[in-house]
């Protein structure tokens, strides 16, 4: 038996990720594991917003920093709509900051998960990109088994 205990999906909150979404949360409930949602605010968006605070952008970079924080934290609630959270174990929400696909691999190495279920692709994504960079470099140096979800495809979940 394939144990799978804690199931990872990073989000984007692009259409990718909340199908993403919808596969964690029903492998959640067949398996009774823990699920947990991580979102990573992009590095470069923090050096892009420290960039004009510095510039004299008016707002303060730390209060910018938290209020984007915590806008991404309801986003991400918001993901895992209350009838979907029937019959799930533990759900969890965690945000980081950094270079996504790092931070990914990073959260699942430290935690010990057994599953990532992440979208083909991201916000960023070209329609003529097989496979985003992120979720890419996830498939390629993950702790753990990935699956990779299509937006358009055949579903599983009913």
């Not at 083909?120 to 994504?125: I, L, Q």
């Not at 390629?140 to 990935?146: Q, S, Y």
Request: with cysteine; net charge negative.
């Amino acid at each position: 038996m394939i144990r799978v205990e804690k199931i990872l999906v990073p989000v984007d909150f692009s259409e990718y990720s909340q199908k993403a979404v919808k596969y964690g949360v029903e492998l959640a409930k067949d398996r009774k594991a823990s699920l947990t949602l991580l979102h990573v605010i992009n590095q470069r968006i923090i050096d892009a917003v420290h960039e004009l605070s510095v510039k004299g952008y008016k707002g303060d970079f730390v209060e910018v920093m938290r209020k984007m924080v915590t806008e991404r934290e309801a986003e991400l609630q918001q993901m895992v709509p209350q009838d979907w959270r029937e019959g799930l174990t533990e759900l969890n929400f965690e945000i980081r900051k950094g270079r996504p696909s790092e931070e990914v691999i990073q959260y699942a190495r430290e935690h010990g998960m057994d599953l990532i279920v992440v979208g083909t692709h991201g916000r960023s994504a070209l329609a003529s990109v097989l496979l985003g960079s992120v979720a890419n470099t996830v498939v390629l140096r993950a702790p753990c088994p990935v699956l990779v979800v299509r937006a358009i495809e055949h579903d599983f979940v009913e």
